[in-house]
C-alpha cells in the first residue's frame, strides 16, 4: 500500500499557489484494508475514505471505463493492481494528473510539469472526450488561471469542440452547471470561462442567454462597442473592478438579455428590454436552480438599471418609487450592489471606462433621506390607521426627497 499527493493540492503547490484541501490516492489496497485502519468509506460511486485523524479524502487507484451517455456513465475498477500511472491518466488535464509520494518525489509521467511551465491546459489521453462536463471544468480553469497566463491546447479545444456536438452537455444536471459557473464567478476574472465556452460552441447549449446577446447592435452614440454581447463582456470587467461579490457579477451578466429580443425593425434601439430582460433573468434564474439572492438582484437589475441611469432627471414621486421597488430600506446591502451593477453598466463601454457615475451617490442620498422619516412616529402623532398611514409617510419622505434634490450637487 502506498498514498500519493495528487490532483488540484499539488498542481497549486507547484504554482506556488494557497493550497486548502489536499486529495490523496492510495495504490495497492483494498476496501476492507481501509476501513481496518480506521478510514471511513463515504464515496458512492467509488471508495474514498476519510483519513481517520485529518479527515482528509483518501482515493482508491482506479480506471475507468464509459458504459452510457454523460458525466456518471462510467464503470470503475479499483483493484489492488490498479497502477498509480492508470491512475493518473483516467483524469482531465496534465496538470492534474501529477503525484507526490512520501519523500517529496514528483510522478509526471504525462508531461504535467512540462505544460505547468509552458501554461498550458492540455487533455491527459483521448478518453478526455467521455466526459462531458470536462468542457464546464476547462472554461473554469481558465477564468481561474488567466492571471497566470494559461490557455488551452488547440487539440484541448477540438476535443471540445467535439463533445459540445456530440450533444452529451446536454446529459449534464443543472445543479453541476451552476457549480462551474458559480466557481468560475467567483474567480478573479470569469470573463474567460465565458470566451472558452463560446469558443468550442458550449455557451449557445448551457447559456442561450448570454450567447444571443452577441452579433445584437445598439446605438453607437451610447454604446461606441456597438455589439450587446461585447458590451456585456466589458461591464463583467468593470464589476470585477468594483467587486469580487459572485452575486453582483451574475447580475451584471444577466442586466441586458432583453436585448437579445429585440425586434429587428427596431435596431439598434432597445425599447422596453428592460421588462423583457427581467422575464428573461427570471426564466433564466430559474432554469439554473441559481440561489435566491442571486436571482432577485438579476431581475431587479434588468428591470431597472434604466432608471438608475436617469436618476438626476427622475421627478421626486419618481425617485421614491423606484427606493421602494428596490426595497432599498430595508434591504440597503443589496440597494448597494444594484448600484454598483448600475455603475460598471455605465463604465462598460468603449472610451467611456473612467466616466464619472455621480446617479449613485445621488440614490445613495436619496435613500438616506427617505430613511431618516421616522414613519411611527408619523403614525402616533397624527393618530391615523390604514391607508391614511400609508399617504402620510408617503408624503413625508416626498418632502425629505424635494429638500434633498435642492440641496444635491454634482
Known amino acids: 500500500m502506498k498514498t500519493y499527493l495528487v490532483g488540484g493540492a499539488l498542481r497549486d503547490k507547484i504554482l506556488a499557489l494557497p493550497v486548502s484541501d489536499r486529495d490523496w490516492v492510495v495504490v495497492g489496497t483494498t476496501p476492507n484494508t481501509m476501513q481496518e485502519m480506521g478510514y471511513r468509506q463515504v464515496g458512492k460511486h467509488f471508495p474514498v475514505f476519510l483519513h481517520p485523524e485529518t479527515n482528509e479524502e483518501y482515493a482508491l487507484a482506479r480506471t475507468e471505463r464509459k458504459v452510457s451517455p454523460g458525466h456518471q456513465g462510467f464503470e470503475f475498477n479499483t483493484s489492488p493492481d490498479v497502477t498509480l500511472e492508470e491512475d493518473l491518466q483516467r483524469r482531465d488535464l496534465t496538470i492534474n494528473a501529477i503525484a507526490e509520494d512520501n519523500d517529496g518525489t514528483i510522478i509526471d509521467p504525462y508531461g504535467g510539469l512540462q505544460d505547468i511551465e509552458a501554461r498550458l491546459l492540455r487533455h491527459v489521453s483521448p478518453a478526455f472526450a467521455e466526459d462531458p462536463l470536462r468542457v464546464l471544468r476547462v472554461a473554469r480553469f481558465c477564468a481561474r488561471f488567466a492571471r497566470l497566463g494559461f490557455s488551452v491546447a488547440a487539440e484541448t479545444m477540438a476535443l471540445m469542440t467535439t463533445i459540445t456536438a456530440s450533444g452529451e452537455l446536454s446529459t449534464l444536471s443543472t445543479e453541476r452547471i451552476w457549480s462551474e459557473f458559480q466557481r468560475a464567478l467567483s474567480h478573479p476574472d470569469p470573463q474567460p470561462f465565458i470566451d472558452t465556452l ?13 450567447d444571443q446577446l452577441y452579433g445584437v447592435p445598439q446605438v453607437a ?7 450587446c454581447g461585447i458590451h ?23 442586466h441586458d438579455l432583453g436585448k437579445a429580443t429585440t425586434p429587428k425593425e427596431l435596431l439598434p434601439a432597445h425599447h422596453g428590454h428592460e421588462e423583457r430582460g427581467a422575464d428573461i433573468a427570471e426564466h433564466f ?7 435566491n439572492d442571486y436571482r432577485q438582484l438579476a431581475v431587479l437589475t434588468a ?8 436618476a438626476l432627471e427622475l421627478k421626486t414621486t419618481s425617485v421614491l418609487k423606484l427606493i421602494s421597488n428596490l426595497d432599498a430600506l430595508r434591504r440597503p446591502e443589496r440597494f448597494e450592489t444594484f448600484l454598483q451593477v448600475c455603475e460598471a453598466d455605465a463604465r462598460g463601454r468603449k472610451g467611456l471606462e473612467n466616466r464619472p457615475y455621480p446617479q ?8 438616506a433621506s427617505v430613511q431618516e422619516i421616522d414613519a411611527g412616529a408619523i403614525a402616533t402623532a397624527a393618530r391615523l390607521a390604514g391607508k391614511d398611514i400609508v399617504n402620510a409617510i408617503r408624503g413625508e419622505r416626498l418632502i425629505a426627497l424635494k429638500h434633498y434634490k435642492k440641496s444635491y450637487s454634482i
Do not use: T, W
Open 360 to 367: 449613485a451617490d445621488f440614490l445613495r442620498g436619496a435613500a
Open 285 to 291: 434564474s430559474q432554469r439554473l436552480r441559481v440561489p
Open 221 to 227: 452614440e451610447h454604446h461606441p462597442e456597438i455589439d
Open 198 to 210: 463560446k469558443a468550442c460552441g458550449a455557451l449557445s447549449v448551457l447559456f442561450p442567454e448570454l
Open 232 to 254: 456585456n463582456e466589458m461591464v463583467l470587467q468593470q464589476i470585477c473592478s468594483i467587486s469580487d461579490d459572485p452575486v453582483a457579477r451574475f447580475a451584471a451578466l444577466c
Open 303 to 310: 428591470r431597472y438599471h434604466s432608471h438608475c441611469h436617469r
